[in-house]
């Protein structure tokens, strides 16, 4: 069983940033491909941002390339997501996933067994 605890969100303007984090329980994070979900009020959850077990390899959605940056810390089983140049359509809860096994990015969600409690972002225009 794999625990994930997200932090970091809350308001901020736009253009602003803010940076989160994600811990994981166990000893094998470095084994489990990450993944960084959105859920806006009222849409369905939607993929944001992903890493590779080693950090190697990434994949952004289209809505965020190049505002956001996803990066790992396997001494620390730690996942992060900055996002820069906030815009008021970023406001979503932010959900982390691990993926274990997985040796490539993954997008998307059925892929992911192990979940975070979401952290709220809210970007004020």
């Known amino acids: 069983q794999v625990q994930l605890v997200e932090s970091g969100g809350g308001l901020v303007q736009a253009g602003g940033s803010l940076r989160l984090s994600c811990a994981a329980s166990?000893?094998?994070?470095?084994?489990?491909?990450m993944g960084w979900f959105r859920q806006a009020p009222g849409k369905e959850r939607e993929f944001a941002a992903a890493?590779?077990?080693?950090?190697?390899?990434?994949r952004y959605a289209d809505s965020v390339k190049g505002r956001f940056t996803i990066a790992r810390d396997n001494a620390k089983n730690t996942v992060y997501l900055q996002m820069n140049s906030l815009k008021p359509e970023d406001t979503a809860v932010y959900y982390c996933?691990?993926?274990?096994?997985?040796?490539?990015?993954?997008?998307?969600?059925?892929?992911?067994?192990?979940w975070g409690q979401g952290t709220q972002v809210t970007v004020s225009s």
């Open positions: 996933a691990a993926a274990p096994g997985v040796g490539w990015v993954e997008v998307t969600t059925r892929t992911y067994t192990y």
């Open positions: 166990g000893r094998t994070f470095s084994s489990y491909a």
């Open positions: 890493i590779s077990r080693s950090g190697g390899g990434t």
